[in-house]
C-alpha cells in the first residue's frame, strides 16, 4: 500500500504564492506519473499537472505560465509552486500517483488552498 501526503495548502491573498508537497512512501522513480488535482466546492474534480517518469510536464490551460510541477526522486516528493494566486484557485488539491506495476492509482488526503481576494 502506498501513502501520498500532501502538505503546503493554507490561506494566502491573491498574487501570493504557495508550495504543495506530495511525499510518497515508495519510490517515484519508477512512477509513470505523479499528478495534482484539485475540486472546488459544488464542482467536478479536475486535473491541474501532471509530471510523467520522463519529466514531461503538462497543465490544465487556467494554470499555464502561473503554475509549475516538479519532483524530486531522491526526497520521493512532488511539488506544485503556485504562483500569482487567483481566488478562483481556491480548492482542495489532491496528489495522485501511478507505478506501471500496479493495476490501480493512488491519492492521498487532499490539502486546502484558500486565496482571498
Known amino acids: 500500500q502506498v501513502q501520498l501526503v500532501e502538505s503546503g495548502g493554507g490561506l494566502v491573498q491573491a498574487g501570493g504564492s504557495l508550495r504543495l508537497s506530495c511525499a510518497a512512501s515508495?519510490?517515484?522513480?519508477?512512477?509513470?506519473?505523479m499528478g495534482w488535482y484539485r475540486q472546488a466546492p459544488g464542482k467536478q474534480r479536475e486535473l491541474v499537472a501532471t509530471?510523467?517518469?520522463?519529466?514531461?510536464?503538462n497543465y490544465v490551460d487556467s494554470v499555464k505560465g502561473r503554475f509549475t510541477i516538479s519532483r524530486d526522486n531522491a526526497k520521493n516528493t512532488v511539488y506544485l509552486q503556485m504562483n500569482s494566486l487567483k481566488p478562483e484557485d481556491t480548492a482542495i488539491y489532491y496528489c495522485n500517483a501511478k507505478w506501471i506495476t500496479d493495476n490501480r492509482d493512488y491519492w492521498g488526503q487532499g490539502t486546502q488552498v484558500t486565496v482571498s481576494s
Open positions: 515508495r519510490s517515484i522513480f519508477s512512477a509513470t506519473f
Open positions: 509530471i510523467w517518469r520522463g519529466g514531461t510536464t
